[in-house]
C-alpha cells in the first residue's frame, strides 16, 4: 500500500477549509413544540391564521355600538338594555340592535353589531339596564381579528433559533410540529488497547487508562449542536477496527477519532480512506494539533483528532466543531474575550502557531482597573485534565518564541459562560482544606505541594498558597489561619507490628514516601533527623535502611492506596487518611497548615472570605 | 369563604423574597457521564486514583536507568542491550539490570528498573543493541503515576456546572455516574375554557384561541434549569381544576398557574392555597405583572401568573426563573446590557415599576460608535406574540411617566446569546417580500402596512419601509429596488360568476376588505373612483353598494381565508394568494411594491445587501 503524502503541515487556514468543504447538514426533521426549545428553524414560517381569530373583549364590561355612547358622561350616562352575556369560550347568541349592550369578559367574541365595549368599571348594572358612564369610539377596548398576528404574516424567519418568546408566537398560531434542522451525527471511534471506558476497573499494572476522549469529545460535539454517538471500543484490533469506521461512516454524518497512536491504528484508518474515501489532508501547523488526519470515508466526514486528551479537545474545538455548529445552523457563539497580562515569561521553541490552555484571575480588588492576569495550564503534553484548570486560550503567532511576564494578551474564553475563578489557590493537598474551599464559590486549587506553593506565592500569581509543616525559608506572605493536622504512618496488614519510625529503619518493609514538595515529607525528615540524633547516627544511614524512602508519590492519599493495594507495607499520610481508607495509624506528630496571602491580596473579596471561614474553624 | 386580604400592591422586593422563602430545591440525583453536560455537581469530588496510574512513557522509544546515559552524546552514544519490549495496555514483563534497555510505546508502563526514556530518534537499533546518542536525567519523557491528578485531590468543587472539559477530568478519573443537583420539577396547569393546546383546531366563532402559556413557561422553566411538567388543560371547571391542581402539588416542587382571569379559576385557587397551603401575597406593584400569587399548596411552592401572554412571561422571567436557576444550582446569568437610546417618547400613566419589552436596533453603520435605538415593542395588552419581536427589557422606575425620545435607556437583553436582528423593516404584507427577507441574515419585519410605514420612517426608526401602490404623500426615502405584484378579487364557489368589480356593486355578495393601511386597499379605491367616474357617480354611491367595503383585514391572507371558510364571497387579495390557496382570481391590475430607506441608512451592511438582493430580482 502506498500512502499519499503529505510532505507539508497544512497551514491552519487550509485545514479549516478542508473541513468546510465536506458535507455534514443533516437535513430537516419534525418535532413537537416542547421540544423545539434551542432548536434551528429549518424553514420560514408564515402564521396561516389570524391571532386573535376573531374581535376580541379586552376587558370585563359591555358590548355595544359605539354610537350609543355618544355624549355619555357620569353626569349623563347612557342607558342600554342588556340583552345578554358572552363569555370567553362562547359564541355570542345574539345580534345587537340599537339602544342594546351586552355583557361580555375578557377574552370572549364581541357579538355582531357591536364595534366597541366599555369596562365594568365606568358601568352600573340594575334590573337589565346598564348605565354607561364614559362615551367610546368604535375599536375601543377591542382586539381586532389578527391584530396580534395575521394569516400570510411573516412569522419566524429560516435560521432563526427558537427561544421561548418564539415558542410562544409558535403557540399562537397553534403550530405544534415545528421543522427544523437536524442535528449533524457524530460518531466518536476510540482506539487503542490501554483504554477503558469509565465505570469499568482499570488495569494500571498493564498501562491501562481511562477513555477521556470519548465522554469529551462527545460532550463537545453537543455542546456545538451535533448529536453524538459513541461506538464501542475497537482496541487495536485491525479487523474490528475497520468494522467500526465503516458502521460509523454508513450511520452518521462525520465520523472521529482519536487516540490513535499506534501505527496500526493508522494504518487501518490509511486503508479505509483510501479504499472508500478521499484523504484530504493529513497534518496541520498548529500546536496542539499537528497530527490531524482529514477526509472522507464513504459518504460520511471524517476527522482524525490527536490521541491526548488535551491535543484532541483543542483541535476539535478550534476546527470541528465550528463545522458542527454550522452545519446544525447555529451561529457562532459570541465571542468572549479577556484582555489580560501574562503571569509568567512563557517560551515557545516550535515554528508553528500556537493554542495556549491559560487560566485566568481576576486582579485583587484593591488595584481597581488591573487587568486579570492570565496564566498557562499545563501539566505536561499526556496531561488529560489541564482543560478543567483553564479558562480559555490565548493563541500565539508562528513567529513568537517568547512571551514575557507581564505581557498584554488576549485570551478568548472556552465560552461566553465561563466564569474566571474567584480565588485561585496552590499548595499543599489536605482533607480540611478541600472542605474549606466548599465554602466559597467557585476557587480554583493546585495541589501543587508546600515547596513550590512558596515560589509560586513569591512569584505573585496566586492568591493563596496552603503549606504545611516547617518553612524553612523566610516568606513574605502574610498568614490567613491555619490548623493542625495530626500525621503519621499508615500501616497495612503485613506490618501490623510497626509502631513508629524505629521499626521502619530496623524491619524490613517496603515503605513509601511523599516527594519532596509536600510538607509532610519535610516533617518526616525532621523525625528521621532526630532519630538519627538520638542514634549517634548520620541522617542517610538512617534514610537508607527505609526501603523505598526515596521515591515518594505526589498526592496525600496515593501511597495509602498503595499500601491497601498491597504494593507497599507501610505509607507516609495523615490521621485522617487512615481513618477514611480503614488502614492502621502510627502517630508520629502533628503539623501546621497555613494559609498564605501576599500583602497585595488581603483586600480581595474570596481572601477576605476565606480568612472568616478560617476564623470560624478556630 | 374569608379571603385573606391583601391591601396593598407588594413591592418587587418583597415578591422575590416571598418566592426565595420557599422551597424549591429538589434533592440529588445520579446521572451518566454522557448525560452530565450542563449539569450541577452536586456535592465535591475528589480523586480516588492516580492518572496516570503508573509511571507512563511520554514517546515512542527506549525505558533505561538515566545513569546509564551518562555522557552519552551523538559522538559517543551509549549502547545497551534490548532485552524487550512494552507496548501500551501491556504489563511490562522484564526487569531492567545495568545496560539494558526496552523498547517502549508512547503510554506504555515504565519497566521496573528503569527511570527515564529516550525518544526513538535519538537511537539506533541494530541485532538487539542500541546506541543511544543523547543522555538524559531521571524523569526525563516519563510522566510519573499521578501528574496529572492524584489520589485524594480535590477535582471538582460542589456547585460546578459541568463542561466538557470537566467530562474530561471525569474520564480521567473512571467515574461513570455523577451526583448532580436534580432539576427541580415545574408543574404548569392552565385554566380557561376558551383555551385550546397547539396541534387541535380553534373554534374562532366560540372565542377559542390557543394556549400561548403553557408551552412558552415551559420552555422558560427548562432555560432556567427546571423539569416542565404540562398537566392537561382544566378549563373552567371548578372540581377538574381543584383536582389537577393538588395533583401537581403533590408531584412538583414548584407549581405554575397562568390564565386563571376567571372569577372562579381565582377561587379555586384560593380555596386550595387556603385549606391546604397558605398564601403568601397577591398583587404586585409592578407592570405587567399586578395580578400575581405566591404562596404554597401542600408541600409545593405555587405561583400564579397573569394570563396574558406577554404578562405572563415577563413576571415569570423577573421572579420565578432566578427562584428555579437558584434551586438548580444554576448561577445567574451573565447580564448581557446594552445602553441605547429610546427610539420614540414612550408614557406611562401608572405608579408602578415597569417592565418595557424593547427590540433593539444597531445604528448605521456610517454613524460609527452611534449608540443603538431602543424601540418599545408593544402589540397591546392581548397580544401574545409581542416577545418575540423583542430583544429585551428597559425597567422604568415607578416614579418615571415619561421618556423622551432620544434619552439614554439601558436595556437588558433576554439572554446573553440574544442577538439584535440586522434590518428592521416596517410596511406591508407580501409573500415576495417573505421570500426576498429569508436571505438575509436576522432580519425582522413588522406587517404595519403601508401607510403606517412612511409615518415609520419619517421618524426614524426602521432602516426600511415596503409601500404597496400609489404613495400619496412626499418621502425622503430612497427606493432600493421594487417588485410589481397583481391584485384583484379572489372569488369562493358561490360567486363563481363575478369577472370584475363591477359585479361586486351590481350583485349581492359579501365582499371582505383590507384595512386602509394596506396599500391593496389603495389600489381598490383608486379603481372603485375610475368605476364611478365612468358611471358618472360619486365614488361613495359606488362603496355603499359593495357589502362589507367599509371593514378591512390587516394581512393579505386573512380575507382569503374567509371566502374559503365560507363567511365571505369575494375577498380583495394578491393573484399569489388565490394560486396558493386554490381560489378564482379576477385580475383588477398590477401595483408596485417598492422598498425604501432613510439617507442615513443606505450604507448600513443589511441594507446594502438587501439592495443587492433587490437587484437580482429585476
Request: net charge negative; proline share 6%; with cysteine.
Amino acid at each position: 500500500m502506498t500512502r499519499k503524502e503529505f510532505r507539508e503541515l497544512a497551514t491552519p487556514e487550509a485545514a479549516r477549509e478542508a473541513i468546510t468543504s465536506l458535507p455534514l447538514e443533516a437535513g430537516v426533521e419534525y418535532v413537537s413544540l416542547s421540544a423545539a426549545r434551542g432548536r434551528v428553524l429549518a424553514d420560514r414560517l408564515d402564521a396561516d391564521i389570524d391571532v386573535p381569530g376573531f374581535d376580541r373583549a379586552s376587558l370585563d364590561g359591555y358590548a355595544l355600538s359605539a354610537r350609543d355612547t355618544f355624549g355619555a358622561d357620569e353626569a349623563n350616562p347612557a342607558r342600554l338594555e342588556v340583552v345578554g352575556v358572552v363569555h370567553a369560550g362562547e359564541e355570542p347568541t345574539v345580534d345587537l340592535e340599537e339602544g342594546e349592550a351586552v355583557e361580555i369578559s375578557t377574552g370572549a367574541v364581541m357579538p355582531p353589531g357591536a364595534d366597541a365595549m366599555v369596562p365594568v368599571e365606568r358601568t352600573d348594572e340594575t334590573d337589565g339596564e346598564v348605565a354607561i358612564r364614559t362615551s367610546v369610539a368604535p375599536g375601543d377596548n377591542v382586539m381586532f381579528a389578527g391584530a396580534d398576528v395575521a394569516a400570510g404574516e411573516r412569522a419566524l424567519g429560516p435560521g432563526t433559533q427558537i427561544t421561548p418568546r418564539d415558542i410562544g408566537l409558535l403557540s399562537a398560531l397553534g403550530v405544534e410540529e415545528v421543522p427544523v434542522r437536524a442535528r449533524p451525527t457524530v460518531g466518536i471511534v476510540s482506539t487503542g488497547d490501554e483504554l477503558v471506558r469509565p465505570g469499568n476497573e482499570v488495569e494500571s499494572e498493564r498501562g491501562e487508562i481511562y477513555d477521556v476522549n470519548s465522554y469529551t469529545i462527545a460532550a463537545g460535539v453537543e455542546d456545538a449542536g451535533g448529536e453524538a454517538i459513541l461506538y464501542p471500543h475497537a482496541g487495536d484490533d485491525q479487523d474490528e477496527m475497520e468494522r467500526i469506521l465503516r458502521e460509523a461512516a454508513e450511520a452518521c454524518d462525520l465520523v472521529l477519532s482519536s487516540g490513535s497512536t499506534s501505527a496500526s491504528a493508522v494504518d487501518v484508518i490509511y486503508r479505509v480512506i483510501e479504499e472508500q474515501g478521499e484523504l484530504l489532508l493529513h497534518g496541520v501547523a498548529i500546536k496542539p494539533g499537528k497530527p490531524m488526519l482529514i477526509g472522507r470515508l464513504e459518504a460520511s466526514a471524517y476527522v482524525g483528532l490527536p490521541g491526548y486528551p488535551v491535543s484532541a479537545m483543542m483541535v476539535f474545538r478550534t476546527f470541528v466543531a465550528p463545522a458542527i455548529r454550522e452545519a446544525a445552523g447555529l451561529p457562532e457563539p459570541k465571542q468572549a474575550t479577556v484582555d489580560g497580562r501574562l503571569a509568567r515569561e512563557a517560551r515557545f521553541d516550535e515554528g508553528r502557531r500556537r493554542l495556549l490552555p491559560v487560566g485566568l484571575l481576576e486582579s485583587a480588588d484593591d488595584a481597581p482597573g488591573g487587568d486579570p492576569l492570565v496564566y498557562p495550564v499545563d501539566k505536561g503534553s499526556g496531561a488529560t485534565t489541564s482543560l478543567a484548570h483553564a479558562d480559555g486560550v490565548v493563541e500565539v503567532p508562528a513567529e513568537t518564541d517568547y512571551l514575557e511576564a507581564g505581557e498584554a494578551v488576549s485570551a478568548r474564553l472556552f465560552s461566553a459562560d465561563v466564569r474566571p475563578p474567584t480565588l485561585l489557590g496552590v499548595g499543599e493537598d489536605d482533607p480540611t482544606l478541600n472542605r474549606l474551599l466548599d465554602r466559597l464559590e467557585r476557587p480554583r486549587y493546585l495541589s501543587v505541594g508546600s515547596r513550590p506553593a512558596l515560589r509560586r506565592l513569591r512569584d505573585g500569581v496566586p492568591d493563596i498558597a496552603v503549606v504545611a509543616g516547617p518553612i524553612a525559608r523566610e516568606t513574605d506572605g502574610i498568614e490567613l489561619g491555619s490548623w493542625e493536622r495530626e500525621w503519621g504512618l499508615l500501616v497495612g496488614d503485613a506490618a501490623d507490628d510497626v509502631s513508629g519510625l524505629a521499626d521502619l529503619v530496623d524491619g524490613d518493609y517496603r515503605f513509601i514516601n511523599r516527594t519532596t514538595d509536600s510538607g509532610l515529607r519535610t516533617s518526616l525528615g525532621v523525625a528521621v533527623a532526630n532519630l538519627a540524633d538520638d542514634r549517634g547516627l548520620d541522617r542517610d544511614d538512617i534514610v537508607e535502611s527505609i526501603d523505598g524512602f526515596g521515591v515518594g508519590l505526589r498526592a496525600h492519599e496515593s501511597p495509602a492506596r498503595n499500601v491497601l493495594a498491597g504494593e507497599a507495607d507501610v505509607a507516609l499520610g495523615l490521621a485522617e487518611t487512615a481513618s477514611q481508607l480503614d488502614l492502621e495509624f502510627v502517630s508520629l506528630g502533628t503539623q501546621p497548615v497555613r494559609v498564605l496571602t501576599n500583602p497585595d491580596r488581603t483586600q480581595k473579596a474570596a481572601v477576605c472570605e476565606l480568612e472568616t471561614i478560617l476564623e470560624d474553624l478556630e
